[in-house]
């Protein structure tokens, strides 16, 4: 048992040696995410990070002496005395809220260190979802707003460090993002307009603004959006996406509402873009015999589908369907005619609604 850990232990070493020769050290990078935060990129190899407590100017302004200057990390007292601090690096290890202190107590500066594993020895905070992807995005129109959420991995609860989102490809010479107040608002500058992004208070989705978007032009450039998350144990991790605000557009649910018990109706979704006959929307009917005994008899009904066209209808008026069994449930989802792009969630309708017939509740016993 020992002698089977020892050789792990051995051949970890062996690895990291042949790593450290091909790519040079461990970290194999370093970099400022938001002021007082530092990624260190680590292979999980043995290494060291130098940390600054305070820069020569702030230095000799404040009359420190070096020899006085403690360490200490999350709130832990170091051995390390000095205005320069070596954090151990290795496999995940070394991350922490590094402060460090004058002769009496009082704080000089922090740097909050966050380590970036990898990309193939990540754990993954985040969990894909359906598509395969990280991140799912959506806007209900083409004002320029999406929505993206994410899954959190349930054991591995983390919060969102940093958003960066632009137009065109990713560039940090021209991409600026800001964080205002509440740590959990951005806004990013690129030569291609501004985006503001705010992370939503359940901490499971961001909403964001492209400020300069015209809802009437050809979009010349894909968004890119990375989100950094952290981990409660100073682990950091990016996920990223790229789409064009047509690609992604998916119209909100139908409200349907009843003409008679025959007919029904529903118009376009309110928040959908303005006017209609720019952004006409076709709409997929499907009425489901009253013996359709399925889950989702919306998705998977048992009889063929039917699909209005909507350009044929002039816009900003309300769509009248005649069902063929007043007792059918009618489904109605809505899709952009124009981006092909994904359709709306169905909204269904009973135009007749049975009344539940009187039956003995058998949980209750006299
Ligand atoms: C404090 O530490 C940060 C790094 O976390 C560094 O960028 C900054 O210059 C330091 N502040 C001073 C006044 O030296
Ligand atoms: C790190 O510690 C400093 C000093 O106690 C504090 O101001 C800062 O908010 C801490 N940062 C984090 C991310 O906990
Ligand atoms: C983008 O934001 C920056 C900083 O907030 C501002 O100075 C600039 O005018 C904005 N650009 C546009 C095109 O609105
Ligand atoms: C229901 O309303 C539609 C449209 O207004 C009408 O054509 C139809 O005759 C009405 N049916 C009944 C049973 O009232």
Redesign the pocket.
Known sequence: MFAEVRMLFSAFIVICAIIQQVNGRNPINQW?LI????VVEVDGCLGQQL?????SA?MGRRNVQVQDIVWKKDGVEEMQRGNSYRVQLEESQGGGNYTCHGKDGSLL???LVLIQMDATKQKRILLRTDQNDYLKCSAKNHNGELRCSWTWHPYRLGKVTLVRVQRGFPDPDYTHCSVEVSDQQWTCSSPLGNITCVVDLNGRGISCRDEQHCPYAEENQRIHLTIYVRSNYYLVEDYSTSFYMSEIVKPDKVTISKVNETTIQWSYPCTWSSPHSYFPLTFEIVEIKKTCRRQNPCEHPCITKKVVNTMLVSPGVTYQYKVKHRRNPVCVRAQDVLCNSRWSDWSSYKPIQELPRHRPDPDVRG
Do not use: G, K
């Not at 002021?35 to 530092?38: A, F």
């Not at 940390?51 to 820069?55: A, R």
């Open positions: 400022t002021p007082n935060t530092l940390l600054t407590c305070l820069d702030e500066n922090h740097t």
